[in-house]
């Protein structure tokens, strides 16, 4: 029987609040750049789960095309 042990560190990236728009509306993500060839969107769940009970939809399925509309098309996100 044996510990292991493990010292390791947690970099915060810079993250901007932006918004989405999509056929049902604004929602509101997070963009992250994680380095000058990548960059992460993220809708925040309640928000997801918000416009899906709405408009009869699923979190996921919002989510998916929310965060896909930002990554393909820059001229639809906007920082807040």
Aim: glycine residues 4%.
């Amino acid at each position: 029987i044996g510990l292991r042990k493990r010292i390791c560190q947690r970099s915060l990236l810079p993250r901007q609040t932006i918004s989405i728009d999509t056929p049902w509306g604004t929602i509101p993500a997070k963009s992250v750049q994680i380095s000058a060839h990548e960059q992460r969107i993220k809708v925040e769940h309640d928000d997801a789960c918000r416009m899906a009970d709405q408009h009869d939809l699923t979190p996921e399925s919002i989510r998916h095309y929310a965060e896909g509309v930002a990554l393909s098309d820059n001229e639809s996100v906007e920082p807040v």
